[in-house]
């Protein structure tokens, strides 16, 4: 049973919620980000949003599969000062809903005062609703714009704790560790992190407060990421306990703190019924035979290794 | 159409907002009255859109998601403040929500209008539930009759439930052919005519036309017809519609003579009253009142 914190759905197919339920992902958490271009009117973000709590959530329903997600401007289109604005006066709207388990991904890109100033007013927001926030850290600059994406938290009297710090590597999992921060790591290919690298930070560092998740996206991606990597860290001596904790487990006390997201969401309900329509809409087309019942899972993927 | 807003109630607001708040005082928890209290001054102190939103989204993390099943004494008090309301179905956290969509200042229409346009256009299910259950309560309901239309558009059941059943703004308020439609796609998603509020007096010739037009089609493709498809029908039975319901009477199944029957007895056709006589035990039980589109209704839909 895996819980992957971090993938953005709504850029993934069908055949891919099919296959991570296959793998065993029971849940997973899709925070609000940008499309791979910049947005230019405020009612795109709000059926941006609308769609993360509506459409995608019952689809991915239609797989076997919990969806939540986390709601915030993140920092690229912070930059749009004139939009940014509009869109901070949506937040309030999306933010306590149900089964949105924290403010995210928000932080910092390039570092401007435009970031800072929205990444700050949103950590005030989750502060007045007692959120989890879940940090993008940096591409560039990153070991400095993770110190200071968390340095920032503790100015405006966040718990160490509340925060999820993503796409961590091994230069800035020590800082983040040490400041009491839950530790995401990011198995993407050829940027982020590889699996055989986590292999050997969980090794070193063992599991408290870290979590690894997939990030996939509309880019070069793989859904199954966690699943993959969780049989890598079997295979390479990694006990059942641990790869549990860090595939699963720690997401879950993490964004738990929201009181949206709980194990019986899940346990209590794993059958499908794809004959289920929202707003009229199915993801099934003309001529495809309707899945109804338990989802199987299976452990077999073709390689754990992701680069 | 146009309608009489004479005829139309207009609920007390702080009445409405005492009722509801007693509902909830008895239920939900001391943790969750306190948070909901305070959001409740906040609201109507400052109206800022920001507390309002976070409030009424958040409702259901503070006050529960359990049903409110309110008591006999319960139910009749909302009768008398709002003719129809009937919160019989609602839960906890759609009373705090509607409780706090009242505590709105209202006195700037634009302001409140505004603030209650976006809660619709952003809302997830249940939130929508609790707006559109709200509207019999809510001041300026002519504003909304749009939105009531689109509510019957949607496709996700327990919304059209909240605008549909049990709701009398819709009788109060929507045009003709946005009433049309509701009846139509209640019938057509299979829920019961029955819990719709002001069935009879919003019955209309063009609703009967199409409600028997609707009824070929489905005799056509070999498909059942409810017997509560005809309870709109009786005063409007003309020759043609009389020949729908000489072919009820000769269904196999004795719940579409009832409705056949009870069709007949609420028209001035001669035609209706001859077929009506035929069926004396019939005629008998309408009299006496231990046959109506009520028993019709709650037999059906079993």
């Keep these: 049973m895996f819980l992957d914190p971090h993938i953005h759905m709504t850029s993934r197919t069908t055949d891919d919620y099919e296959r991570m339920r296959q793998a065993g992902i029971v849940a997973i958490i899709e925070p609000a980000f940008w499309l791979g271009q910049p947005r230019t009117e405020p009612g795109s973000f709000k059926d941006y949003f609308s769609s993360l709590v509506g459409w995608e959530r019952f689809r991915a329903s239609q797989f076997g599969i919990k969806h939540y997600c986390t709601i915030g401007l993140n920092s690229k289109e912070a930059n749009n000062e004139a939009l940014a604005e509009q869109v901070m006066e949506l937040l309030p709207l999306f933010v306590c809903k149900e089964g949105v388990v924290g403010v995210g991904e928000i932080g910092y890109d390039d570092q401007t005062p435009a970031e800072d100033k929205y990444y700050r007013l949103q950590l005030e927001l989750a502060k007045e609703v007692n959120m989890p926030v879940q940090i993008h850290t940096p591409h560039r600059d990153k070991k400095s714009g993770t110190i200071r994406s968390m340095e920032v938290c503790l100015e405006h009297g966040i718990e160490p704790g509340m925060v999820i710090v993503d796409h961590n590597n091994e230069e800035t999992v020590k800082d983040t560790l040490d400041r009491g921060f839950w530790a995401a790591f990011t198995i993407y290919p050829h940027s982020k992190m590889g699996n055989e690298r986590m292999v050997e930070i969980v090794k070193q560092y063992g599991t408290e407060r870290i979590m690894i998740n997939s990030a996939a996206d509309w880019g070069i991606s793989d859904p199954l990421s966690v699943p993959k990597t969780a049989s890598l860290m079997l295979e390479r001596g990694i006990s059942e306990a641990d790869v549990r904790m860090v595939c699963y487990q720690n997401a879950l006390t993490a964004f738990g703190q929201s009181g949206q997201i709980q194990e019986s969401d899940w346990l209590e309900s794993t059958s499908v019924d794809q004959r289920e329509k929202f707003s009229n809409n199915s993801v099934l087309r003309g001529g495809q035979a309707p899945k109804v019942g338990e989802v199987e899972s299976s452990g077999d993927l073709p390689s754990n290794i992701v680069r | ?302």
Aim: net charge negative; aromatic share 8%.
């Design chain 2, 1 to 302: 159409m146009t309608i009489n807003l004479q005829t139309v109630q207009q609920a007390d607001i702080t009445n409405t907002r005492s009722y509801l708040h007693n509902l909830l005082a008895i239920r939900a928890t001391e943790k969750g009255m306190q948070w909901l209290d305070q959001k409740l001054e906040q609201v109507s102190k400052a109206g800022a859109a920001k507390d309002f939103y976070l409030a009424f989204s958040a409702a259901p993390r503070f006050m529960g998601k359990s049903t409110l099943d309110p008591t006999e004494e319960e139910l009749a008090a909302a009768a008398e403040l709002r003719e129809g309301f009937y919160p019989a179905n609602w839960t906890v956290d759609q009373t705090a929500r509607s409780l706090l969509l009242l505590s709105l200042p209202q006195l700037d229409k634009e302001a409140f209008l505004e603030k209650v346009n976006m809660l619709f256009n952003t809302a997830d299910m249940g939130e929508l539930v609790a707006l559109y259950a709200s509207l019999p309560l809510l001041p300026y309901p002519e504003a909304f009759a749009d939105r009531a239309a689109e509510g019957i558009r949607t496709n996700m059941s327990n919304v059209l439930e909240a605008v549909t059943l049990e709701n009398p703004y819709p009788a109060d308020f929507l045009s003709e052919g946005a009433w049309n439609q509701l009846v139509l796609k209640t019938l057509f998603v299979g829920k019961s005519l029955y819990r719709i509020y002001g069935l009879e007096r919003r019955a209309n010739q063009a609703l009967a036309n199409t409600l028997s037009d609707y009824a070929h089609e489905r005799w056509a493709a070999g498909r059942p017809v409810t017997p509560e498809l005809w309870r709109t029908v009786g005063p409007f039975i003309d020759d043609n519609i009389l020949n729908d319901i000489r072919q009820l009477f000769e269904h196999p199944d004795e719940i579409q003579h009832e409705a056949a029957a009870l069709a007949c007895s609420q028209s001035n056709h001669a035609g209706a009253e001859e077929l009506l006589n035929q069926h004396p035990h019939l005629k008998e039980k309408i009299k006496s009142g231990s046959l109506t589109w009520d028993t019709v209704g709650k037999k059906a839909y079993v």
